[in-house]
């Protein structure tokens, strides 16, 4: 069974159950030379030893919105285009459970 997990998508909602996850990623040996692999077999330990450039955008976003209290989602919703999508937005529930 291949998960993925996102927990730096969290960091803004839940910094402590974020770096929990963040933790649990490095026991499987998920972080590389160049970020953090694509996916891991959490029963066996295998890892897919592949990067995403759209994971690693989404990581270093996450942690720059979490440092500088949201910065780039300011930013993006100071802009037209990303005013349009934020009724959507509002309707959905998110939970990390």
Do not use: C
């Amino acid at each position: 069974m291949k998960k993925k997990w996102v927990p730096f998508l969290a960091l803004e909602y839940a910094p402590k159950e974020a770096w929990k996850n963040i933790e649990a990623l490095k026991k499987f040996n998920m972080a590389g030379k160049y970020g953090f692999y694509d996916s891991v077999n959490v029963e066996t330990g295998e890892l897919t030893k592949a990067y995403l450039a759209l994971d690693q955008g989404m990581i270093i976003i996450s942690i720059a919105n979490y440092l500088k209290d949201r910065v780039i989602r300011d930013y993006f919703h100071s802009d037209p285009i990303g005013k349009k999508p934020e009724a959507l937005l509002r309707k959905e529930v998110f939970s990390i459970r």
